[in-house]
């Protein structure tokens, strides 16, 4: 759904920003009420900001958005047979009961607002590839402390650095759709792997990933000047976003800023809960 709306905003650049907060504020929000823990929702909105910058005929959104689909469709049938298994061979755990936490909408504004800036601050500097900053500020501003989101930031830009360089070697390589195919398949199952152990080692393979993604969807041909270019990009939208992110990681553990968005919370929850 996120995929086929930046597609669509794709096509008309002044609702691109306002999709994207969207997108935004409902991954957050879906997130926290469901207590998932990081990344989170990074995959759906990181497909929604891909979207909202690959170029894209309006005649092949249906496809596009079709191929998306049925890899959402097949992802959840693995997802389906692997619960099948976990309940066949191990003890049955109680079902998680949901209910809404205090704070959960004044911190997805906050959230949505900083990811949304780190997204609109190259955009109005003209940089490529503008969607990396803002992902890079979502998972920065995940951090549940300070000292947390410090540490994220320093991960996350020497984890970017090193996987800048994998990903310069790895388009150098010239690989048939096959290799690049294999290639994305073996970089998620690295950062499944390695998000929940170490997540600086995981971003090493977050960044070619999502330099794969962008370039070989964009069906532009590579050359040698041109992956050089997209990682020097990557690395500064990298430390911008990183730099947005710990900004908003200040506004959302600062008591006295949260408090308007604190009350306005209670007043909706008030009026409509």
């Known amino acids: 759904l996120c995929f086929a709306f930046g597609l ?3 096509q008309v650049p002044i609702i691109r920003l306002p999709v994207f907060m969207l997108i935004a504020f409902g991954v957050v929000m879906f997130g926290r009420y469901y207590r998932q823990p990081p990344p989170a929702g990074l995959f759906v909105m990181m497909a929604g900001a891909l979207a909202l ?4 005929p309006l005649e092949k959104i249906m496809s596009a958005t079709g191929l998306v689909m049925l890899g959402s469709a097949f992802a959840l049938i693995m997802g389906l047979l692997y619960s099948l298994f976990l309940l066949a061979t191990r003890p049955a755990t ?4 949901y209910s809404y936490e205090p704070d959960t ?3 997805s504004i906050i959230v949505a607002g900083f990811v949304s800036l780190a997204l609109l601050i190259p955009l109005m500097l003209d940089m490529p590839n503008p969607y990396w900053a803002a992902v ?6 995940q951090g549940i402390h300070l000292r947390t989101m410090w540490i994220k930031q320093i991960h996350r830009l020497l984890g970017t650095l090193v996987g800048a360089g994998l990903a310069s070697w790895m388009l150098s390589w010239g690989l048939p759709i ?5 290639s994305i398949l073996v970089m998620m199952l690295c950062i499944e792997s390695l998000v929940d152990r170490h997540y600086g080692l995981a971003v090493v393979f977050i960044t070619p990933l999502t330099i794969f993604i962008a370039e070989y969807g964009s069906g532009l041909p590579l050359t040698s000047a041109a992956y050089q270019e997209v990682t020097r990009a990557r690395l500064l939208d990298t430390l911008l976003g990183c730099m947005v992110g710990l900004g908003g990681g200040i506004v959302m553990h600062s008591t006295n800023l949260r408090l308007p968005l604190r009350r306005m919370e209670n007043w909706l929850l008030t009026r409509f809960g």
């Open 178 to 182: 096959w290799g690049i195919a294999i």
């Open 53 to 56: 910058f690959i170029p894209l």
């Open 105 to 107: 909408i004044s911190e």
């Open 8 to 10: 669509v905003a794709q």
């Open 136 to 141: 890079s500020c979502f998972l920065i501003i």
């Open 94 to 97: 109680p079902t998680p009961t």
